[in-house]
Every structure is written in C-alpha cells, then in structure tokens.
T-cell receptor, first 107, second 115 residues
Framework: GIQVEQSPPDLILQEGANSTLRCNFSDSVNNLQWFHQNPWGQLINLFYIPSGTKQNGRLSATTVATERYSLLYISSSQTTDSGVYFCAVGDNSKLTFGKGITLSVRP | GAGVSQSPRYKVAKRGQDVALRCDPISGHVSLFWYQQALGQGPEFLTYFQNEAQLDKSGLPSDRFFAERPEGSVSTLKIQRTQQEDSAVYLC?????????????FGQGTRLTVV
C-alpha cells in the first residue's frame, strides 16, 4: 500500500515564527488532505490539495504530485496552532495517514 | 446535518462485551468511511461504503468487527466480544464523490476503552 512519511515528527516554535511541514508519499494519488487534530481529537480540515497551491489566512499548502510531496506552511504561528498535523493521501475509497507532526507553539 | 455526528462520544466496555458505534454522515454524502486511531498514531482505514454497499472492508482487523449501512445513510460499527486491543478512537468520515472534489469530513470520534 501507499507509504506516507511526515517530517519533522515534532516541532517547537516560538509564537510568531514560521514553519514548514512536509509530507512525502510513495505512489500517485488523487486525494491529498491536511488536517489539524485539536486536543479534543477532532480532525479539522485544513486543505484538500491533490495538486497545486492554496492559501487560507496564515496557512498555505503546495502539492507537487509528480514528485510525490506536499508542504504545509504556517506563518506567524499562534499558540492555538498547537496540536497534531496529519497528511492523508489516497483515492476515492480510502485515505492513508502519516504518523503526524506534533507542533507546540510557545507564547 | 451540518457535520458528521458520532455517538456515543465515550464508551467503556468490559472485556467480552459487544458494542455498537453510530455514525450520521453529512446529509447527501454518498461515501462513508470508518477509521481506527490508536493512541499516538494516525487513523487507519477500516471499511468503506458507497450508499448501502460495503465496497471495501479490507481494514477490519478481525471477524469480530462488523459494519453496516442498511439505508445508505446512518452507519453502525459493531465490535463483538471486545478485547483490550480494541481500545482506540473510532472515527467516521463522509464524502460526496459525485463531483471532482472528494474531500472527506470527519466526526469527533468515539473513544472506546475496554477494561
């Protein structure tokens, strides 16, 4: 099956700093999503981005499907950005998740 | 409804007990998925429905796990004779693949603890 690798596994930032989270995957896909899992366990949709670039406020994402990677950019980080960020890839019938990146933003 | 709804939010079961977890997908969403998330891990696929048809159940860990969606809307994941290793968060997701965007939306999950 598809392998998904996320890096770095853990990230500690000072409030206001910028960061880049990376997702590599082993096969071509037609679905790629980034999620933020909050402390209550809810998976919050950040981006649906099988290819191209999207921006939403302080967050943006880029997927280069031909090279099998995606990047999530967080600018001017806030303490509320803390949590686990998941990349998930797949097709219409299922998603394969990476192990997640734990982000801690310190005030 | 506005989002995917799961119930109960928390369930404690004694080992050997049967449990049933419910998922209400987003209204009109054709596809429904169940995932299992162990502590500190990413969610792992269990099974997939398109309307009432279960098209993929390759992720179900044993024959103690059974899922149904009889009318193509609400789904139930049933676990028989629960074991301690079944303790996890069970997540339900839905999507509408009738257009090019197949974005999946997740419920808040059911945290199952088997004691």
């Amino acid at each position: 099956g598809i392998q998904v690798e996320q890096s770095p596994p853990d990230l500690i930032l000072q409030e206001g700093a910028n960061s880049t989270l990376r997702c590599n995957f082993s096969d071509s896909v037609n679905n790629l999503q980034w999620f933020h899992q909050n402390p209550w366990g809810q998976l919050i949709n950040l981006f649906y981005i099988p290819s191209g670039t999207k921006q939403n406020g302080r967050l943006s994402a880029t997927t280069v499907a031909t090279e099998r990677y995606s990047l999530l950019y967080i600018s001017s980080s806030q303490t509320t950005d803390s949590g686990v960020y998941f990349c998930a890839v797949g097709d219409n019938s299922k998603l394969t998740f990476g192990k997640g990146i734990t982000l801690s933003v310190r005030p | 409804g506005a989002g995917v709804s799961q119930s109960p939010r928390y369930k404690v079961a004694k080992r050997g007990q049967d449990v049933a977890l419910r998922c209400d997908p987003i209204s009109g969403h054709v596809s429904l998925f169940w995932y299992q998330q162990a502590l500190g891990q990413g969610p792992e696929f269990l099974t997939y429905f398109q309307n009432e048809a279960q098209l993929d159940k390759s992720g179900l860990p044993s024959d103690r796990f059974f899922a149904e969606r009889p009318e193509g809307s609400v789904s139930t994941l049933k676990i028989q004779r629960t074991q301690q290793e079944d303790s996890a968060v069970y997540l339900c997701a839905s999507s509408s693949p009738l257009d090019l965007n197949t974005e999946a939306f997740f419920g808040q999950g059911t945290r199952l603890t088997v004691v």
